[in-house]
């Protein structure tokens, strides 16, 4: 019906090219997400236990391309159901009895960019879009949130070279995971080489002037700039995998960024994987400047890194050490174990942050259908005032 609705609608003074386009729009496809979720919160720092569900309905559609250019439109709209016995506004958090549940309704455009390619290996994306930078430890669209993380702008990206990819991108606008939208001057930059297949080294740069980028350390300016370097891959042994990873960057001011913004940042991992298991260890350092300052990443994907508690939200002043390990088992073909456990210290002064404890159960019913049960338990340590958590989640996402 579509389709006889799009060339229906010709007339004999319609270009070539207009009727091309309305092609492209009817031999598209459909985007939709739909991502009910029951969440429950207990921390000692808050009278009471939230409880309440939050639903993420996306509808969309991506065309055909045209003139190498594909065209992808969305909205969005994140709801509550059942019992709404949680804060999900951060404003509230010291007079609500609830403990942070921040997915706020919402309702509004998600992605919506032009997307050209074309065989040379050259790629342009312009307009609103998810941006998944590296292994999105400094920039990412935190999807676990209900409302994912989105940037206005272009990013480009080339490998049409013998074992190089380059990545660029410029930003003007963010969107949060509260549905908030401020401006900001976002670039990322990244160029990669795999010396053998499987291994890979890259530089990257991050530049990010945004004042109050929702890093909350109490700084006037919080804008900054990262350059790092990483080597990631994995040699292969008799069926076994060794995946490994080695990063190093440095965070300093950017654009009039406070001066103390001055912190280092590392990390090492590696372990073993087949197709039914993995093991591995990492140690990770977001480093400290004297107790001034520990490096702050406000875009990352908080839900990957340093525990799904999110206790280390904010990075405290002296640093934050997590040495980690990674288990994950198909126990059978449909049904898959994931869990992780953290030991927290500072990078600076030796105090124990505490320890967390992660592990989840994801079903895959059906192509596009998942269903998954995690658990969180987060323990302070002797050096932080951070309160006791637990929490629940069961998610069950439909994508087509």
């Not at 660029?168 to 949060?176: D, E, S």
């Not at 197709?275 to 350092?285: F, G, I, S």
Request: glycine share 10%.
């Amino acid at each position: 019906m579509l389709g006889f609705a799009a060339t229906s609608c010709y007339s004999q003074q319609e270009s070539p090219a207009d009727a091309g386009f309305l092609s492209a729009i009817a031999n598209g496809r459909p985007v939709v997400e739909l991502r009910p979720r029951y969440n429950w919160l207990d921390e000692s720092s808050s009278a009471d236990k939230a409880e309440g569900g939050t639903m993420r309905t996306v509808v969309g559609w991506v065309t055909a391309p045209y003139y190498g250019v594909r065209f992808r439109v969305e909205v969005m709209n994140a709801s509550h159901f059942g019992s709404d016995n949680f804060n999900d506004d951060p404003s509230n958090i010291g007079t609500s009895p609830y403990p942070l549940l921040p997915d706020p309704r919402y309702t509004g455009m998600n992605e919506a960019y032009a997307e050209y390619s074309n065989e040379s290996g050259f790629r342009m994306k312009l307009g609103r879009q998810v941006v998944r930078f590296d292994n999105q430890r400094w920039v990412s669209d935190n999807d676990f949130r209900q409302i994912p993380q989105l940037f206005e702008g272009a990013s480009l990206s080339y490998d049409g070279l013998e074992r190089i990819g380059l990545e660029a991108g410029y930003y003007t606008k963010v969107r949060n995971t509260s549905g908030d939208t401020s401006d900001l001057r976002l670039t990322t930059l990244r160029a990669a080489w795999n010396p053998l297949e499987g291994h890979s080294i890259a530089a990257y740069a991050v530049l990010h002037d945004q004042a109050a980028n929702g890093a909350f350390i109490g700084f006037q300016d919080n804008s900054y700039r990262v350059t790092g370097a990483k080597a990631e891959g994995a040699g292969h042994y008799e069926g076994i995998d060794v995946p490994y990873i080695a990063e190093y960057a440095q965070q300093r001011p950017y654009a009039g960024g406070d001066s103390r913004i001055d912190a280092n940042y590392w990390r090492l991992g590696a372990g073993l994987s087949t197709q039914r298991w993995t093991a591995r260890y990492d140690y990770e350092v977001k480093g400290s400047n004297g107790g001034q300052f520990g490096v702050e990443m406000p875009l990352t994907d908080f839900y990957r890194y340093n525990g799904w508690t999110l206790s280390f939200f904010n990075t405290p002043r002296q640093g934050l050490r997590d040495q980690w390990l990674t288990f994950r088992w198909a126990i059978i073909e449909p049904l898959t174990f994931y869990g992780e456990a953290h030991r927290f210290r500072s990078d600076f002064g030796g105090l124990g942050f505490g320890s967390e404890n992660d592990a989840g159960l994801t079903w895959s019913m059906m192509e596009g259908l998942d269903l998954r049960l995690q658990y969180a338990r987060y323990d302070p340590g002797s050096g932080t005032a951070n309160p006791a958590i637990r929490k629940t989640w069961l998610t069950l996402t439909y994508t087509y």
